[in-house]
């Protein structure tokens, strides 16, 4: 019996040395990409199925295929084909994303609707060879915009009843425009309506770039008071590149804080930094200790440029950064997701109250800010609030019912 459980234990800790090696490795082929490099040889003591696999769960076969067809040696044939497929995959993907974007913002422009395309639709061009980036959607915030007196622009409309009249009429529009298109909304409400269409077209249209109730609610309450208007199209905007630094930081963290994400953020990370060399980072830094989030943008900087640079030399806190984001995934985990919030709520708990009673107080009497936005017939219509919570749980229950069950056994056993 204790034989067994040794020898399990042994096999548990060389899995763990393999998984290791194997993110030492990709980190090292990632780096070799950005360079244009020879990568070393692949160490014994890892597989090319564990590389790829690794790789595949954080969407960046095509950010280390460039080192990866460099590469002097042998890849098992089956795995070799299989980065290649990725990255003409990437690349298509790209080119169709770009064609069938510039196809819908000109629509939306005629339609007299304001434009400014955010996120990853910019950041897969700072990367310096095409097809490194995957594509998994397009961000777009959109609306009728107007001067704001205050300097930068806002929504349409003198009162909040105005602009919420815009915007509805806003998003009316736009449906019309998808739907024309041959697109299906697959969300309607909250910060962002879902769009999406076959083979693969997913279009997240953003109305606010944070929710009400987040740590960066607030900064972003008005989304467009940091918006700059395209000199040759007035419907068309864009951040500055400080701005939209400061954006891609906290929509990092965002998915960091919640259920963790994977190393594309730090590959990310470092093609802005690579490409984006003249930052402004005294109003980078202040606007971010505004949100609270300058010591984690200086820990990702400091990350990405310690594992890309060419002349990097990573730090243990920086490879316990990098093992972390490696097992998150592209997308986190439920288990990440449940156990931050369960943290939050205790760093947030008084004196002599209970952790999870206090948590479950949370998630079923949700904000009003979260309310308002997420279930608007519920915070219109006060008399029926009290059926929420019952809702929600069977709306749970039907939709992510894996993820209801997680979150019930996290609960139970969380100390």
């Known amino acids: ?243 939209e630094y400061i954006y891609l930081i906290t929509h990092a963290y965002k998915h960091f804080a919640h259920a963790g994400c994977g190393i594309r953020t730090l590959a990310d990370e470092y093609a802005i930094l690579s490409k984006k060399t003249e930052l402004d980072w005294k109003y980078v830094k202040t606007e971010l200790e505004k949100l609270e989030l300058d010591t984690f943008e200086e820990k990702l900087r400091a990350t990405a440029q310690n594992a890309f640079s060419e002349k990097g030399e990573l730090r243990c806190e920086d490879w316990e950064m990098i093992f972390y984001m490696l097992g998150c995934g592209t997308y986190g985990t439920t288990g990440n997701m449940i156990r931050n919030r369960l943290e939050e709520t205790k760093k947030n708990l008084k004196a002599g109250e209970d952790v999870r009673q206090s948590y479950m107080k949370e998630r079923v009497w949700i904000s009003e800010a979260k309310m308002k936005e997420f279930y608007p017939f519920f915070y219109r219509h006060k008399i029926f609030r009290v059926f929420l919570p019952v809702y929600r749980v069977i709306k749970g229950m039907i939709l992510h019912p894996r993820r209801l069950i997680a979150e019930w056994k996290a609960w139970r056993t969380f100390q």
Request: proline share 4%; net charge negative; charged share 30%.
């Open 1 to 243: 019996m204790e034989k067994g459980k040794k020898a399990k234990e042994i096999q548990v800790q060389q899995r763990r040395e393999e998984l290791k090696n194997a993110g030492r490795y990709l980190i090292g082929l990632i780096r070799c990409s950005f360079h244009g490099e020879v990568p070393k040889e692949k160490p014994e003591k890892c597989s090319w199925e564990l590389v790829f696999r690794l790789a595949k769960s954080n969407s960046v076969e095509s950010t280390a295929s460039p080192a990866i067809q460099r590469y002097g040696q042998e890849i098992p044939e089956e795995i070799a084909k299989e980065w290649k497929a990725a990255q003409n995959q990437t690349i298509y993907r790209q080119l169709r994303f770009d064609l069938e974007r510039e196809q819908i913002l000109a629509k939306m422009a005629e339609a007299g609707l304001s434009v400014l395309p955010l996120k990853g639709i910019y950041v897969a061009d700072y990367y310096p060879f095409p097809g490194m980036r995957w594509m998994c959607d397009n961000d777009i915030l959109y609306g009728y915009v107007e001067s704001d007196p205050e300097g930068g622009y806002c929504f349409r409309g003198q009162t909040e009843q105005e602009q919420n009249n815009w915007n509805k009429k806003a998003e009316q529009e736009l449906q019309k425009i998808m739907e024309e298109l041959g697109y299906k909304a697959e969300h309607l409400g909250g910060a962002h309506d879902v769009y999406q269409k076959e083979p693969f077209f997913n279009f997240e249209m953003h109305h606010r770039l944070a929710e009400a109730d987040s740590i960066t609610g607030e900064y972003y309450q008005n989304p467009w008071k940091r918006a700059k208007q395209n000199d040759k199209n007035k419907q068309f905007y864009y951040f500055s590149d400080e701005d």
